[in-house]
């Protein structure tokens, strides 16, 4: 099963380690130095021009992505659990 995270992009179900709200997440140290920190190490993955609402953090053959979302984490969290019940 696939999670689609904007018009152009789609991602393996079984490779995401988490889904995210930007919000949320970017209050705590950890959570703001997180981002930067997978810019700088090419990890980061546009999805979409318009402003990113959440995450998603995937790993697939040893190598972690983070996506940038304009859906909103509930909004895919929701998605990737329809989809299970598929």
Same mark, same amino acid.
């Given at each position: 099963?696939? $999670?689609?995270?904007?018009n ?5 179900? %079984?490779?995401i ?6 919000? %949320?997440?970017t ?7 997180f981002?930067?920190r997978a810019?700088r ?5 546009y ?8 995450y ?11 996506? $940038? ?15 299970? $019940?598929?």
């Amino acid at each position: 099963m696939y $999670l689609r995270l904007s018009n152009d992009c789609v991602i393996p179900k %079984n490779e995401i380690i988490g889904i995210f709200d930007m919000d %949320n997440t970017t209050v705590s140290r950890q959570g703001r130095e997180f981002l930067p920190r997978a810019e700088r190490d090419g990890q980061i993955v546009y999805t979409s021009s318009e402003l990113p609402k959440s995450y998603v953090v995937t790993e697939a053959a040893g190598r972690k992505r983070v996506y $940038l979302s304009p859906l909103s984490s509930k909004i895919l969290t929701a998605r990737v659990k329809t989809a299970a $019940l598929l």
